[in-house]
């Protein structure tokens, strides 16, 4: 199956199926000398997993994460790292029903059409257990901002038609939303309760802040650093929109309210204001990079909805199983996990940029 790889010199490459023995994510180009234990990936994969409150799944996975290769007495090596997560509740059973039937939302019909056959079992490669290996090897690229002083901080935005008013990050962990307004968190949860009442789901928005880029990250053709974290957002099963800065609101701007003046800061140039969200012809401005995902709602509601079956045959349908009535929460550090690859790839890549920067690396040092 193509399609399962990505990133250029900071490469990751998924496997696994949601009802097979296992999944997990084998990651090339990582530098020798990352400080890196599994108490460090676990802490990632435990803010997706499932079961944390009555929002998420009850699907009961401890997603306990195994290193195979690539670390030597907590530090990789250099040579490819592959991590793993054992699949150990697996209700198959509760597929048997939709085995020959295509389900509204999900990309049954799709993955049929084009391999003549499919995994139904969760969805095989499509289902949302396909992020383990995103956010373990997010783990690490964000071990590797962390040494350059790059942070992400990420939250849920918006959730169905309630958004946070305030942005406190200290409030983003103190409820099971990860929204960062505590007033909002309560409403949403009082939305998503008359949701799950009435059997079904809601989307919502997440929101993304990296703080700390240096200037001059990204490409300024195919390679732009906002085109490929819109490819790496938008690679997410339940990302259907995508924005940077102003994102859609830009449309109804005009050229002197969106452009960023700047000024002197000392002796380096800064941003007034931030309408690009940090980006400038591709590449990176210095300023926070800010951005959007849309998530849409959870397809597996269990009301009944029309569909048809592989013979043709028109069926009404009702979803059983342990299902999330929002995605958001759990997507939070999928995305995330998402940027800080991309930007650690970007990076990477620009290190030949310059020559006086190939020249510093291997001449100044002798």
């Not at 435990?46 to 994460?65: C, H, I, L, W």
């Not at 150990?88 to 059973?93: E, L």
């Not at 940029?353 to 510093?360: G, Q």
């Amino acid at each position: 199956m193509a399609g399962s790889s990505f990133g250029q010199q900071f490469r990751i490459t998924t496997w696994g199926e949601s009802h097979g023995p296992a999944l997990g994510v084998v990651i090339d180009g990582v530098p020798a000398g990352v400080p890196i234990i599994e108490e460090d990936i676990q802490r990632f994969l435990n803010r997706r997993k499932p079961g944390q409150s009555k929002y998420t799944t009850a699907r009961a996975e401890g997603d306990q994460v195994e290193i195979l290769s690539g670390v030597f007495e907590g530090k990789t090596t250099g040579t490819p790292i592959s991590l793993m997560v054992r699949n150990k509740d697996q209700h198959s059973k509760d597929y048997s029903n939709i085995a020959e039937v295509y389900r509204p939302g999900h990309a049954d019909f799709t993955f049929q059409e084009k391999y003549g056959i499919r995994d139904y079992r969760g969805g095989g490669r499509s289902s949302g257990r396909e992020t383990i290996g995103r956010v373990a090897a997010g783990a690490i690229a964000v071990k590797i901002l962390e040494q350059l002083g790059i942070s992400i901080v990420t939250y849920s935005k918006k959730i169905g038609p309630v958004e946070a008013q305030t942005i406190d990050y200290g409030e983003i962990f103190q409820n099971p939303l990860y929204m960062p307004d505590a007033q909002a968190a309560e409403e949403a949860g009082k939305y998503l309760e008359e949701c799950i009442s009435e059997k079904n789901s809601a989307g919502g928005v997440i929101e993304c802040v990296v703080s700390g880029m240096p200037v001059g990250i990204g490409e300024t053709v195919f390679e732009k650093l906002d085109a490929n974290l819109a490819k790496a957002i938008l690679s997410i099963g339940a990302v259907k929109g995508f924005e940077i800065g102003d994102g859609f609101q830009v449309a109804d701007s005009t050229g002197a309210e969106n452009n960023d003046s700047f000024c002197m800061s000392g002796e380096k140039p800064v941003k007034l204001t931030n309408h690009s969200g940090g980006v400038l012809g591709g590449m990176s401005d210095g300023s926070d990079i800010v951005f959007r995902a849309a998530v849409k709602p959870t397809p597996s509601i269990a009301r009944s909805q029309k569909t048809v079956d592989i013979f043709g045959e028109e069926k009404e349908i009702e979803i059983t199983g342990r299902h999330d009535p929002v995605i958001v929460p759990r997507a939070v550090v999928v995305v995330e996990s998402m940027a800080a690859l991309t930007i650690v790839d970007a990076l990477f890549s620009n290190l030949s940029s310059k020559m006086d920067s190939v020249i510093s690396f291997y001449k100044d040092d002798k």
